[in-house]
């Protein structure tokens, strides 16, 4: 990684994009890319595409979904106290004392989950947060001036956390799930373009919106490409710290390389050129088994209209959905060298039929 993606990987993972709302961040994305892509364009809900060599009739896609979790204002009370829903699989039991960030027409309006003191709690019936009784404190002390602040019912928020390095080994912060993804596409095309590497078909860059909410972007883009072939990157889970079942959850471990999928929405062929440029390559890949969906971006590819022959690279996340997501730098490095060896391999026109 040199200083420039250092540079690009720490503003991208920093600016906010919750789902419905990731128009600044493609921005930032489609900025940084313009150097590495021959032409782009937007859907009207806002994913990102970049595509090299355009115009070929054998069409891959690169894919990874730009979309943050984050909680929408749900109901203000006459004190001035702010509710919320999810946007996204948010963690409510995470939230008492985190800082907020809400984005309105007005600006960024800050405020903290406020939760009361262990002096005052129960110690007979210890109260656990829920989406019932966590609420956030603007420092208004009524609805009316919440309201004038620019906060209202619909508004979206963000945990207010950034990116840092830890041990010199892990990038950590929140929304690596799955903006890192954002970055390993791009900078796949970026190292394809600085290698001089001349692709024989289209290839497009997909950063898709609306992934936390059902895979929304994925399913329209993939209706408007029509791709032969689709390869996602996403997150799953390191389950070698505390508190994770490996027996159902599999045996996952950061540092030890990309994360491989089998299972029904997983091309096999593709899945196994995968595997053997891995191997040609030498890097270190790890295995996965994911029952009838993988729940990533990699269905939508797969189960389009006509279907697309479809794969999931992963990158091994501690604390997923918290403000702490853990990436092993090694694991970046392995996954961007596996999408661009795979690229280089895969020959125009093959065909990934069965029979």
């Given amino acids: 990684m040199n200083a420039d993606s250092q540079k690009f990987l720490e503003a991208y993972l920093n600016n906010a994009s919750p789902t419905g709302y990731e128009s600044s961040g493609q921005q ?6 313009q150097p590495y892509c021959d032409e782009h364009f937007s859907d009207v809900y806002g994913t990102a595409v970049a595509v090299v060599n355009p115009g070929a ?3 891959v896609v690169i894919e990874a979904h730009a979309d943050e979790i984050s909680w929408y204002v749900n109901h ?3 004190e001035g106290y702010i509710y919320v829903i999810r946007n996204g699989g948010s963690d409510h039991q ?8 809400f984005h309105t027409e007005k600006g960024l309006v800050k405020g903290v989950f406020g939760w009361p003191a262990i002096h005052v709690r129960s110690r007979e019936k210890e109260e656990t947060p829920t989406l019932k009784n966590i609420f956030i404190d603007i420092g208004c002390s009524s609805r009316k001036e919440v309201e004038e602040a620019g906060v209202r019912v619909g508004t979206v928020a963000t945990f207010d956390d950034e990116m840092m390095m830890l041990n010199n080994r892990y990038v950590v912060g929140r929304a ?10 791009a900078e796949t095309a ?3 373009k600085e290698e001089n590497i001349k692709l024989p078909y289209s290839l497009y860059v997909v950063n898709a919106v609306q992934e936390e909410v059902g895979l929304r972007g994925a399913e329209m883009i993939s209706r408007r490409i029509k791709p032969d072939v689709a390869v996602v990157t996403d ?8 508190m994770y079942d490996k027996i159902t959850q599999g045996d996952l471990s950061s540092g030890k390389g990309p994360v491989l999928t089998w299972g029904p929405a997983v091309q096999n ?7 053997d440029t891995a191997d040609n390559n030498s890097i270190k890949y790890q295995r996965a088994a994911a029952s009838r969906v993988t729940g990533t971006d990699t269905d939508a590819f797969a189960y389009s209209a006509e279907g697309v022959a479809s794969a999931l690279i992963s990158l091994p996340l501690k604390y997923m959905h918290t403000t702490v997501e853990m990436a092993h730098v090694d694991d970046i490095e392995s996954v961007i060298n596996l999408m661009k060896e795979f690229l280089v391999a895969l020959p125009a026109g093959h065909d990934f039929r069965y029979f």
């Fill in 28 to 33: 930032m994305w489609l900025e940084y890319l």
């Fill in 57 to 59: 009739d054998y069409k």
């Fill in 76 to 78: 203000i009370t006459d």
């Fill in 94 to 101: 995470i939230a008492p004392s985190k800082r907020v960030n």
């Fill in 176 to 185: 690596l799930d799955n903006r890192i993804g954002g970055f390993m596409i």
């Fill in 190 to 192: 970026r190292r394809l």
């Fill in 235 to 242: 997150v799953c889970h390191d389950t070698q710290s505390p």
């Fill in 269 to 275: 062929n593709l899945l196994k050129m995968l595997c």
